[in-house]
């Protein structure tokens, strides 16, 4: 079963350190990561969803060249090329696997002007190896769908450096809250 853990950040740059660590942790099969996402809210009050890998340009391409393939053997390469292009936009602009865009959007209304967050679906993770990662970049747990037992052990973790954030800032920690299943 796949879990989920969105922790916010004071800004994008740390959020975007947070996320290389938890990608070479994924390396090191620390975690087990079925998706990684950055949502950001501007200054401008905009929410930005940044993916990982974004399969909207793999969808066009892989349209192009499949559509190319089958235009060569009815001898209308261009034409194959342009409607694979085509059928390849139509499907990326619909798809979207791991984390849903509409959770990650309501997160992002969540966040204060300039914060960002990281979103963490995996089908395996080491609590304490996440919760490692949060706590070294500046980070705060704002949801999770772990257990218990690992929810404590994050909690453990990343308390002190919550508690040292609430202090210096006279801010409220985050609230660490059970979310529905995602995938």
Known sequence: MSEIVVAKFPNATQAAEARSA???????YE???????IVSRSRADSIAIQPEVNLYWAHVIGGA???GVLGVVFLMPAVGIIAGAAVGFVTGRITDVGIRNTYLESVGRQLEKGEAAVALLAR???PGAVAEVIRRF????????LSGRHRDQIRTVTAETEEETADADGGEKAELRDQPKLA
């Open 138 to 145: 500046g980070g705060t747990v704002m949801r999770s769908s």
């Open 124 to 126: 395996r993770a080491n």
């Open 31 to 37: 975690i087990e990561p079925e998706d990684i996402e």
């Open 22 to 28: 938890l990608t070479r942790l994924g390396r090191t």
């Open 65 to 67: 060249i499949w559509g």
